[in-house]
């Protein structure tokens, strides 16, 4: 009580208006009188000790999800750089020789040493030694290789395969697009038709299927989306639809579901939250004027959109990587007779270090889900109340948490005020590039070293 006292009238008001949110979630979850408000805590040290045990087992006698190792790496290493945290110089170096082990002779990434290359396990590894970074990491990447392996990927439809005779879908153009964009060896080869491909799979309810004629699901419009936005033809998409399909999926329960009728699941969190990243972020950009179409039209002229990309590059924050510009526009062209959206020229000038957009969702709800029915106090995320953890939902659903601390900024360099942070201030976690899902500053430190190299 004496140290009660000794706070500022702010710092009290922050902690009864927690504890009355913490009575209401306590009728609502039905939890446990015994519940104490200490639960709204993220429990950091308990979520690096599972996840840094998780990291140790990687060699060939680790055969859990022996065709997943990536996977694993990926999401334990951005889970600790989510949280602020770093692993120990050797497991470091010991998860860099395994990566490289797992990278085939003709380019991209097996789910483990001599097993096949798959675009999967390729995005799971480049974002992983992204997280890592550094030079070792990065440089362990060989780019020609793997750019040979994305065009052997890529299907004369235009979509990509997930492996040599694999199936094709949304997930495999995802993950073919992110990885050449981060990698900087993304090229007009590898986007052509690739919006058809994705167009073909919006359903009727607005969101998008894996692949054409199947349920639209927040892991594929995620996919779907941030694809769109890289090849920079986001425009084509019924954004309005994908919107109203989206807000429609949280749940009372505070969390999202992945489908319609569906039960809430923490990992949506992400799939599902980091939509809405992207959507604010298309939302806060200029339009601009359309790329004229006509012969001769503008020839030997910069269009007004190439214009406006190469004024941005270099600036500020996520602009200039939110989309690659007008260099693919060309192709985009064969459709587009309407303004394009362009991300890069994101307007900070009214908003600057203000948190004042509305977000679309309701965020603090999905905090509360995420803290009090996703988190495990010893440790580890899970899908929720009665199911156990796992890495796979602790990377996604404290990718939600960021994506949610940050829902109401507009310019993502401020910190967020605590009013947008469910419980204690020091639940804040590192900022990530809603594209690709890796941390705001490795991600700056990979762009940096390709684009130098
Ligand atoms: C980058 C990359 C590889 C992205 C993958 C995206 C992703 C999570 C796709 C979801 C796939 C899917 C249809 C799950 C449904 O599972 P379910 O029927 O068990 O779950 P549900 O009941 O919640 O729909
Ligand atoms: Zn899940």
Redesign the pocket.
């Known amino acids: 009580m004496e140290s009660f006292r000794s706070l500022t009238v702010t710092q009290r008001d922050q902690i009864l208006v927690e504890q009355q949110v913490f009575d209401i979630f306590k009728t609502f979850y039905n939890l446990p009188p015994s519940s104490q408000s200490f639960m709204l805590e993220l429990q950091r040290e308990n979520h690096v000790e599972y996840l840094t045990k998780g990291l140790t087992g990687l060699g060939p006698s680790f055969c859990v999800l022996d065709a997943n190792r990536p996977w694993i790496c990926y999401w334990i290493l951005h889970s600790i750089a989510l949280l602020d945290e770093f692993v120990d110089p050797e497991l470091e170096d010991n998860t860099i020789d395994f990566l490289s082990r797992c990278q085939g002779p003709n380019g991209g990434y097996a789910g483990g040493p001599g097993q096949m290359p798959h675009l999967?396990t390729t995005?799971a590894a480049v974002n992983s030694l992204v997280t890592l970074g550094g030079d070792k990491a990065l440089s362990s990447i060989n780019r020609e290789k793997l750019y040979m392996f994305l065009r052997q990927m890529k299907d004369a439809s235009g979509g990509f395969r997930m492996h040599d005779g694999g199936e094709i879908d949304v997930?495999a153009c995802?993950?073919a697009i992110s990885v050449a964009s981060l990698l900087n060896i993304l090229d007009d080869e590898l986007v052509q038709n690739v919006g058809n491909y994705i167009l073909s799979c919006q359903t009727y309810e607005g969101g998008i299927s894996?692949e054409p004629g199947s349920e639209a699901?927040?892991?594929?419009t995620?996919?779907g989306l941030a694809t769109m936005i890289l090849i920079n033809e986001v425009d084509r998409l019924d954004l309005s639809s994908l919107t109203d399909w989206v807000v429609f999926r949280q749940g009372v329960e505070g969390g999202f579901?992945?489908?319609t009728n569906?039960?809430v699941?923490g990992?949506?969190s992400f799939?599902q939250g980091g939509i809405f990243a992207l959507l604010k972020r298309l939302n806060s950009t200029k339009r601009v004027k359309p790329i004229p179409l006509g012969d001769g039209e503008g020839s030997g002229e910069e269009s007004p959109q190439t214009t406006a990309s190469s004024d941005a590059a270099g600036e500020e924050g996520l602009n200039e990587d939110l989309s690659l510009g007008g260099s693919h526009s060309e192709i985009g062209d064969q459709h587009n007779t309407s303004s394009q959206v362009n991300v890069i020229d994101i307007d900070h000038n009214h908003s600057k270090g203000h948190a004042n957009v509305e977000p679309l969702f309701n965020s603090l709800a999905l905090q509360q889900y995420i803290l009090l029915c996703s988190q495990e106090l010893n440790g580890g995320l899970r899908d929720k109340p009665g199911k156990s953890r796992d890495h796979y939902h602790t990377c996604y659903c404290l990718s939600g948490l960021s994506v949610c601390q940050r829902s109401w900024l507009e310019d993502e360099d401020s910190p967020p005020l605590p009013r947008a942070v469910l419980g204690p201030y020091s639940n804040l976690l590192e900022p990530i590039h809603p594209l690709y899902n890796v941390v705001l500053d490795r991600y700056w430190g990979a762009h940096e070293f390709f684009t130098k190299s």
């Open positions: 999967a995005y997930r995802y993950t894996g699901h927040g892991g594929y995620f996919c579901q992945g489908r569906k039960l699941d990992c949506y799939w």
